[in-house]
Structures are given as C-alpha cells and as structure tokens.
C-alpha cells in the first residue's frame, strides 16, 4: 500500500470513526421520535448523523412538522447523550493503539466533529485521549456540514499544515469525498451502521481501515525517522 511521506497530520472524526456511538445516536432518533408517535426512515438517519444539533434540530422539527421550538429539540437531544458520553461511551476496540501510536511517530492529530465540546469532551477525557489532540473544529464552527470541505479545510489550517499535509479519518461516504475535495488523504473507517455504504465508502477513501486493532500508521504514514 502506498504511503504519503509528505503526511503530517491527522484529522478524525468522533461518532462512528473513534468512537463506538453510532448505535446510540440511532437508539436517541427512534426514541426522540417514538415519543411523538413517529418513525425514524433510513433518510433521516443519513442526513442527521452529519449535522450539527442547530442544523438537525431545525431540519427534523421541519421534516416532521414538530411543534416544539428548536431549543426545546435540542435540549432534549443533550439530555438524552450527554450521561451517555460522559460515562458509557468507547472507544472503538484498537483506537487508542493506534491514536498512541501516531502520536508517538510525531504525527498532529486534531478533531473535526458535528459535536458540541459540551458532548464529546468529556468522554474523551474519560477514556484518556483528550490530550493527544491539539484541538478541533465543530461543523457549527465550519459554518457548514460535512458535506462541504470547509471543516478540513480549517482543521489543517488551524494544525499549521497544508490540506494535503493531512489524512482525514471518516466513517461516512460523503465527508470522505469533502475530505478528498479538500485536498485531504481520506481515509475510511469501518463502522457497522454504514455496512450499507461500504462499497461506496471504500471508493471514496485512499485507504481503509476495517478494524483499528489490524491497522498500522505505517501503511499510510510511512516508516517515521
């Protein structure tokens, strides 16, 4: 497999990617809209899983003609995740390895998420990772979700680097197009929510990683001095 010396950089995503919690956004969707005598398409799965709260929120109270306010939405929203982040949530089997691992060849690593701070910092804190990262950028930060580039974009900029000094790790098919459109090494990563999209996701990525435990920063870093 072909390896990109030029690579300095690191960009992950959270939900799906490092962190095992795709199961619980989908189990928050269904539960959020049962209440309301609603279901939840594969439509809205896709679409939500990359916007950040304000965007999800004014999409679904729009899609389903909710008559809650907004904020309402989302307060219910955080209420929901945030225990969930705070105290259950994994990392996904081998991805502190291979976050140690990077950081230990002198590799930058910053985060590029639909989160809010408020959400995912905690669990990273929990699980010990926190520190490995020099920072992040919120889609809300970006100004625009991830089907638009801008969020790598400004990731490697805030890194010091040049988008093609950086890999981008994504679970989904369109953030790993965004991220090539940024002029990223993308880099897709399996998750058992987009089993559906995998062909597409494999195409979309210039490497891929199926299992963070059989993964080596080697295969894209190349050997580090």
Known sequence: MKSYRQLKGAI???????????????DIDERFLSRRGLSVSAEYTQEVKRMHFDTAAEYTKRLYNLPESEEDIKAEWRAMCSEAYATRIELKAGADRYLNALRASGVDMYIATVLE??????????????????GYVTVKEAGRGKEHPDIYMQAAERMGLKPCECAVYEDIFMA?????????VSVGVYDRLSDGDTLAIKSASDYYIDDFRRADIADIFGARD
């Open 117 to 134: 701070e408020g959400i995912f910092m905690p669990a990273l804190r929990r699980l010990g990772v926190a520190e490995l990262f020099g």
């Open 176 to 184: 790993l197009q965004s991220a090539r459109r940024a002029g990223c």
């Open 12 to 26: 992950f995503d959270l939900d799906g990617t490092l962190l095992d919690s795709m199961g619980l956004w989908s």
